[in-house]
């Protein structure tokens, strides 16, 4: 993998190669049958694709696999990514892709129309879009997968706990494609822990450690919003920086063993070592955080996203009694000795987790079984979120605190020549964190 700084237009990363009856609802939740989503049995469910890179043809390939589904509406802010992802899925899938011209939108406010078209939306753009999609979604009464994180500042994530409430009351399916709590291992490993086989958590430790990540080349024509949403990743407003963006996979984890309890504070260092062309976006390049839960327990976490350093995505949890291990090792349990307990072996049953958690969703639309991942996305995408405050600010962040910190960077318009909250200074460099200078509490808080 070439590191992030050396990397041409659009490079992927190895996370790319993933691509690889209406009645009751309404009875349920007191809507017109008009205004809810499908569940009937056998009915063929309806799906709207918003955000067609990667992983939104991956999810939308996952939800055609399924069964039962046909894809009605693509929307993306280029269409430059809307038709390869459409052709692609057509190749795959024949007639299940039945997109017309007049269901293909183009562009920031797309989402919109296409939610109207369908039964259930995959929302996967950058993550700075999710709480606005989500809400349009869930009062449109539409079931939702999307991906992770589901927000990048306080207010989206406030947006998506309410809407998570209101996606409840009114009885949506929401899947959340932290892909970990539906792939079996995990849920193997979860179960040894309530049988109690480590004994009580007493700390935990998570990584997200590899070369980096792709970064787009700004092309003359391009407005400074048009360059920013297209090199997403490297912009905190709309990408949260890959604290949020992918080690929120490994702090999900302790979360969801920590019984989904959220840490109450953070502190940490972090910065730019290597990611120091301030030309091309803002994110730090490691993160090191202490997050302490209310009754104690300590969760490691580092991320990192540099060449030629010790590379490792995994997660360990800690008990009184044994240690369980999440790794390329396998999973398994030690004792106190060092001696394995426990190990979890792969079966060809196991499936593939990316696969699994839509065939979770239309299950439970289709059995009218509850599954509302919402709330707990916005748990784990908050808990890196504060990590991410810790790190910029250099300070010791509280989770209620936080929560409340009206510092959104979204611009009032959406569109491509709105300016954006902030542009390029007289040499082309951003505005970055700087610990000890920068307050997280306000939008621009760029000393
Ligand atoms: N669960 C996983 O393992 C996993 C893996 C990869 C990506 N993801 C998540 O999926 C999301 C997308 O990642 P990706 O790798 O597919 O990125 P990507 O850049 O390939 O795709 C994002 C797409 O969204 C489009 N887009 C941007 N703004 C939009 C808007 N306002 N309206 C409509 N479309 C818009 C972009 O043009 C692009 O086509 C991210 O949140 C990422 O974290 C999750």
């Known amino acids: 993998m070439q590191p992030a700084e050396s990397t041409p237009v659009e490079t992927t990363t190895n996370r790319r190669k993933f691509i690889g009856g209406a009645a009751v609802a309404a009875a349920a939740v007191n809507l017109p049958i008009s205004a809810c989503a499908q569940v009937a049995g056998s009915d063929e469910l309806k799906l709207a694709l918003i955000g067609c890179g990667g992983r939104g043809t991956g999810a939308a390939s996952q939800a055609l696999t399924s069964g039962g589904t046909r894809l009605v509406a693509m ?14 899925l057509q190749a795959k899938f024949g007639a299940k892709v039945d997109v017309p011209d007049q269901n293909k939108f183009i562009g920031l406010e797309a989402y919109q129309e296409a939610i109207q078209k369908a039964d259930v939306v995959l929302l996967t753009t950058p993550p700075g879009f999710r709480p606005m999609m989500f809400k349009a979604a869930v009062e449109a009464g539409k079931h939702v997968f999307m991906e992770k994180p589901v927000a990048t500042d306080s207010p989206g994530i ?19 494609g932290l892909q970990r709590r539906y792939q079996k291992n995990y849920l193997a490993g979860k179960e040894q822990v309530k049988q109690g086989l480590i ?58 063993f920590m019984d989904d309890e959220h840490p109450v504070a953070a502190q940490g260092m972090g910065g730019r070592e290597r990611r120091n062309d301030r030309k091309t976006g803002q994110i730090f390049d490691h993160h090191y955080v202490e997050f302490a839960y209310a009754n104690g327990v300590i969760m490691n976490s ?3 996203h540099m060449p030629n350093c010790w590379n490792q995505v995994s997660e360990t949890i800690i008990g ?4 369980l291990y999440f790794s390329d090792g396998g999973t398994q349990i030690k004792d106190r000795s060092g001696k394995t307990i426990w190990r979890y072996r792969n079966t060809d049953e196991d499936g593939d987790p990316y696969q699994n958690e839509h065939n979770e969703l239309y299950k439970a639309i289709r059995e009218n079984k509850k599954l509302n991942n919402a709330q707990y996305g916005a748990t784990s995408t908050f808990t890196a979120m504060l990590g991410r405050y810790a790190t910029y600010s250099g300070k010791m962040v509280k989770w209620d605190e936080a929560l409340a910190w009206d510092n959104s960077e979204m611009p009032e318009k959406l569109d491509f020549k709105t300016p954006t ?25 760029y000393a």
């Open 75 to 88: 929307a993306d802010a280029f269409s430059d990514r809307l038709e390869p992802s459409l052709s692609t």
């Open 421 to 445: 909250r902030f542009s390029p200074d007289a040499d082309g460099l951003y505005p970055v964190a700087v610990p000890g200078k920068f307050d997280p509490s306000k939008p621009l808080g």
């Open 158 to 176: 406030r947006t998506v706990m309410e809407y998570a409430k209101k996606a409840e009351e009114k009885n949506l399916k929401v899947v959340v």
């Open 320 to 323: 009184s009694k044994g240690t």
């Open 302 to 304: 580092q991320c990192r």
């Open 199 to 256: 004994g009580d958590v007493v700390a935990a430790q998570c990584y997200w450690n590899n070369p980096g990540i792709w970064l787009v080349d700004r092309k003359p024509e391009w407005s400074e919003m048009y360059y920013q949403i297209k090199n997403w990743y490297h912009f905190t407003w709309v990408g949260g920086d890959h604290i949020l963006e992918q080690h929120i996979h490994n702090i999900d984890v302790i979360n969801w």
